[in-house]
């Protein structure tokens, strides 16, 4: 077998969670998460002496805020801001358990950069009728518990890793999808 026929039968399937520290508040924290009412939620770290907005909810993203601006800038716009510590610490125990829990899918799942997980469905979809509904599953599976979550898959964890967290415009394959990616992908 050549190194193209090789490559071609791997598949990864990336999972990224782009809400992770706050869906990780709200789920673990509920008592936190309602006592600060229904306003846009972010939270904060501290930046060469400034406070700046690391993550954000849907909501504060709508509101136009950005990741990096400062909190003081954000509460200027929206004066009811709800407003989270960073914790990355906590971040990657719950990424961490997250992972554990992708074990009923893959035997290799691993940790990906930036809030996400890699999994190595190498010879798995079948157990799951196809890699579509493999990553449904998984993707079905977080949501029902309160994550926010998209995935991509590929042959290579790296188009994998980029199309979940760009995705392009509808190809009729993943060669032509990972070409439509923007260039900080």
């Known amino acids: 077998m050549d190194r193209t026929d090789s490559r071609a039968a791997r598949r990864y399937l990336a999972l990224w969670f782009p809400f992770l520290p706050i869906d990780r508040l709200r789920?673990?924290?509920?008592?936190?998460?309602?006592?600060?009412?229904?306003?846009?939620?972010?939270?904060?770290?501290?930046?060469?002496?400034?406070?700046?907005?690391?993550?954000?909810?849907?909501?504060?993203?709508?509101?136009?805020?950005?990741?990096?601006?400062?909190?003081?800038?954000?509460?200027a716009r929206e004066p009811e801001l709800r407003v989270f510590e960073a914790d990355p610490h906590g971040d990657q125990d719950w990424l961490e358990r997250l992972c554990d829990g992708c074990a009923r899918y893959t035997p290799n799942a691993a940790l990906d950069s930036g809030h996400g997980l890699m999994l190595d469905i190498s010879g798995c979809g079948h157990l799951w009728d196809g890699e579509a509904e493999l990553a449904q599953a998984a993707t079905d599976r977080l949501e029902r518990h309160g994550m926010r979550v998209r995935h991509a898959i590929a042959a290579s964890p790296e188009a994998a890793h980029a199309l979940a967290r760009f995705p392009a415009a509808p190809a009729p394959d993943e060669d032509a999808a990972v070409r439509r990616l923007p260039v900080e992908a």
Do not use: S
């Open 27 to 75: 789920i673990a924290r509920p008592d936190l998460w309602a006592a600060q009412g229904d306003a846009p939620a972010v939270v904060v770290e501290n930046v060469r002496g400034a406070m700046r907005l690391a993550t954000l909810d849907a909501d504060a993203l709508a509101a136009g805020l950005t990741a990096g601006m400062t909190l003081a800038d954000a509460r």
